[in-house]
C-alpha cells in the first residue's frame, strides 16, 4: 500500500509537471502571437426577430496556433486571463471590431458589435479610457459597441464596477450580461447592474424544449423585458428551440441556427451582400 501511495504521488508529480510545463509553453507562444499575426476575429451575427434582420454580431477570438493549428478560446483565454496577457489581447481584439464595424457601417449595413471583455480588462483602472481612445481612434460611434460582462466577473469589486460601467454608459457604450442564469444571484444583477441587454446562455437554450427549462427561460426575459433590457437568446440550433424563443417574446438569437463564428469576408459574403430575410 505504502509502495503505490509513493508512486501515485511521484505519478502525480509528473503529471503536474507536465500540465505545468505545457502552460508555460502555451503562455510563451501566446506572448507571440499578437506580433505573429497569428490571432483572428470571427465574427457570429445577431438575428433581431422582429425585423428579421441581422442587426448585431458577436466578435470572437481565434487563435491560429503554428504548430497545434486551430486552438478554441476556451483553451487559451483562461492563459490569457491568468498572465494578464488577455489585457493587450483583449485591446487588440476591441480596436479590430471597431475597426471592422466602422467599414461595414461605412457600406451602409446598420450593424453594432459585441465584444467580450474579460474580468483583468475590467478591472483595470484605464479601462474607461481605453474605450473611448479605441471608439475614437476608428471612428466607431460608441452607441454601435456593445461590451459582454459575466455576472462573476461584476461580483470581484461591486461599487468599482458599478461605476466604471456607468461612465461606460454615459459615454454612450452598451453593456450586455453574458450567460445569463450560470452564476448565483443571477436575477438581483439585472435591477442592480447598469446594463442595458441581457443573454440567456445556451445551457438554457439547449434545453427549452423541456417544460420547466421554459419556464425558467420565460420569466427571466419577462423580467429583463420589464426593466427594459433587451433580452438574447445565444446557442439557437434548430428551428424547434427558434420557435419557442420566438413565442416567449425574446427580441434576438445568436446561434448555430444562423451561423457559427466567421471570418469577416464570409461573413460580407454571406451575410452583408444584401439584405437578410
Ligand atoms: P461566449 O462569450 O459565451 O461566446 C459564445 C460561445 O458559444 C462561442 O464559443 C460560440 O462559438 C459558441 N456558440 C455560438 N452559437 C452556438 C450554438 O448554437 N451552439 C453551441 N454549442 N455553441 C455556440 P467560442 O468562440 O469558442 O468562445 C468561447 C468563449 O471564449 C466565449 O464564450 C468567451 O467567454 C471567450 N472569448 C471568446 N473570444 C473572446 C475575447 O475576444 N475576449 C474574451 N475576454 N473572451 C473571449
Ligand atoms: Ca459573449
Ligand atoms: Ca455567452
Ligand atoms: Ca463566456
Redesign the pocket.
Known amino acids: 500500500v505504502k509502495e503505490t501511495g509513493r508512486n501515485n504521488y511521484k505519478f502525480f508529480n509528473k503529471a503536474m509537471n507536465e500540465e505545468i510545463s505545457t502552460k508555460l509553453l502555451l503562455e510563451n507562444d501566446l506572448r507571440k502571437a499578437l506580433l505573429k499575426n497569428e490571432l483572428e ?2 465574427y ?1 451575427p445577431q438575428l433581431d426577430l422582429q425585423t428579421n434582420r441581422i442587426v448585431a454580431v ?4 481565434r487563435w491560429h496556433h503554428p504548430d497545434k493549428g486551430f486552438m ?3 483553451e487559451f ?1 483562461p492563459i490569457a486571463e491568468e498572465t494578464g496577457l ?1 489585457v493587450p ?2 485591446e487588440w ?1 476591441l480596436k479590430e471590431a471597431c475597426k471592422q464595424t466602422k467599414l461595414w457601417r461605412d457600406q451602409g449595413h446598420d450593424l453594432s458589435i459585441s ?4 474580468n483583468q ?1 475590467l478591472i483595470s483602472n484605464t479601462i474607461v479610457e481605453v474605450i473611448k481612445e479605441i471608439t475614437s481612434q476608428t471612428e466607431l460611434n460608441p452607441q454601435y459597441l456593445t461590451l ?1 460582462i459575466t455576472e462573476s466577473m461584476a461580483i470581484t469589486n461591486l461599487t468599482d464596477t458599478l461605476n466604471k460601467l456607468k461612465e461606460l454608459q454615459d459615454f454612450g457604450v452598451n453593456i450586455s450580461l ?2 445569463f442564469g450560470t452564476g448565483y444571484s443571477s436575477l438581483s444583477y439585472l435591477s442592480t447592474l447598469p446594463i442595458d441587454s441581457v443573454k440567456i446562455d ?1 445551457s438554457f437554450i ?1 434545453d427549452i424544449t423541456n417544460k420547466t427549462k421554459k419556464e425558467i427561460v420565460k420569466s427571466v426575459s419577462s423580467i429583463a423585458h420589464s426593466r427594459g433590457l433587451t433580452v438574447v437568446a ?4 434548430e428551428e424547434e428551440q427558434l420557435n419557442i424563443v420566438r413565442s416567449l417574446g425574446i427580441g434576438m438569437i ?4 444562423l451561423s ?2 466567421i471570418p469577416s469576408e464570409e461573413m460580407q459574403s454571406r451575410f452583408l451582400l444584401s439584405s437578410f430575410v
Do not use: R
Open positions: 476575429v470571427y457570429q458577436e466578435a470572437l477570438l478554441s478560446p476556451a483565454i488577455i489581447i483583449g481584439v465584444v467580450n471583455l474579460s480588462q459582454e453574458d450567460d445556451k439547449n445565444e446557442g439557437v440550433e445568436q446561434g448555430y441556427y457559427k463564428p
